[in-house]
């Protein structure tokens, strides 16, 4: 089992910056993928970030240019730096470890970009 808490959430106005952190704890040998997904009201959860365990990085379409992510290896914690960001932001957004062919989920944390 991998237990994933994040932190970092909140309310910013537009334009302003804000950095997610995720750390995982329990069984945490063999981790491959890490990564953010968020879901805006009456949406579908969409992927925002995704890095591998080599540390190559992939990112919506949305996001690009204003969200880094990165992780923490040896501490297990996996990070979104998010830049200028824009009321179309706003969703919870929930960080996921991938284990063998198994996802983990954290239990999400709400982001709110104020206009």
């Known amino acids: 089992q991998v237990q994933l808490v994040e932190s970092g959430g909140g309310l910013v106005q537009a334009g302003g910056s804000l950095r997610l952190s995720c750390a995982a704890s329990?069984?945490?040998?063999?981790?491959?993928?890490m990564g953010w997904y968020r879901q805006a009201p009456g949406k579908q959860r969409e992927l925002v970030a995704t890095i591998t365990g080599g540390g190559r990085t992939d990112y919506a379409d949305s996001v690009k240019g204003r969200f880094t992510i990165s992780r923490d290896n040896a501490r297990n914690w996996v990070y979104l730096q998010m830049n200028s960001l824009k009321p179309e932001d706003t969703a919870v957004y929930y960080c996921?470890?991938?284990?063998?062919?198994?996802?983990?989920w954290g239990q999400g944390t709400q982001v709110t970009v104020s206009s």
């Open positions: 329990g069984i945490i040998r063999s981790i491959n993928d």
């Open positions: 996921y470890v991938v284990r063998y062919d198994y996802t983990y």
